[in-house]
């Protein structure tokens, strides 16, 4: 990938970066706006370098969520007293979806990711790719698995982490 090349990336997609940060990172860290975004490229220009993203039809999905995981980062790091700790937590909760939140939780406690260590090992492979933001059709290519067998081993390993955090 050379410098145009990713420029051209830069100016086709930065309205949905833009949107990303702007719909995820709290008003108060809006002074840091341009930062998410700047850290959103380089983290993907990494990964384009180095081949990772693999369906170039799904550029625009990838790097919302790249900025989406941003601005989450961004918001934990200021986290500074329970009142803002509580109004995120509500923020996640009224996430349409589960699904969606769910991720979000776990990416934002990192303490959650510890418990990982407990999953069967057909299920943390799963589990890590969903950590990572892979959705469950790129999950399944990768692993070379049905897209149901994904959900199921999803579900399973939401599952176990869930009971292991009520004990």
Same mark, same amino acid.
């Given at each position: 990938m050379n410098?145009?090349?990713?420029?051209?990336?830069?100016e086709k997609?930065?309205?949905?970066v833009?949107a990303?940060?702007?719909?995820?990172?709290?008003i108060?860290?809006?002074?840091?706006?341009?930062d998410?975004?700047?850290?959103?490229?380089?983290?993907?220009?990494?990964?384009?370098?180095?081949?990772?993203l693999?369906?170039?039809t @799904?550029?625009?999905?990838? &790097?919302?969520?790249?900025a *989406? $995981?941003?601005?989450?980062? /961004?918001?934990k !790091?200021?986290?500074?007293?329970r009142d803002?700790?509580?109004?995120?937590?509500e923020f996640l909760?009224?996430?349409?979806n589960?699904?969606?939140?769910? @991720?979000?939780?776990?990416? &934002?406690f990192?303490?959650? *990711? $510890?418990?990982?260590?407990? /999953?069967?090992v !057909?299920?943390?492979?799963?589990?890590?790719?969903?950590?990572?933001?892979?959705?469950?059709?790129?999950?399944?290519?990768?692993?070379?698995?049905?897209?149901?067998?994904?959900?199921s081993?999803?579900?399973?390993?939401k599952a176990?982490i869930?009971? /292991?955090?009520r004990?």
């Open positions: 410098s145009d090349q990713f420029t051209s990336i830069v997609t930065h309205h949905i833009l990303a940060v702007r719909k995820y990172l709290f108060e860290h809006h002074s840091r706006i341009d998410a975004v700047q850290e959103t490229y380089i983290r993907a220009y990494k990964s384009l370098v180095t081949g990772q693999i369906d170039a @799904k550029l625009n999905s990838w &790097l919302y969520v790249i *989406k $995981n941003e601005s989450i980062r /961004i918001n !790091k200021f986290l500074r007293d803002i700790e509580k109004k995120y937590s909760e009224a996430e349409e589960s699904t969606e939140k769910l @991720k979000n939780d776990l990416m &934002l990192d303490e959650i *990711k $510890n418990y990982a260590e407990y /999953i069967p !057909k299920y943390k492979k799963t589990f890590d790719l969903f950590l990572e933001g892979q959705n469950e059709s790129a999950i399944a290519e990768k692993l070379k698995i049905p897209k149901g067998t994904v959900k081993r999803l579900h399973r390993a176990i869930c009971k /292991i955090l004990d």
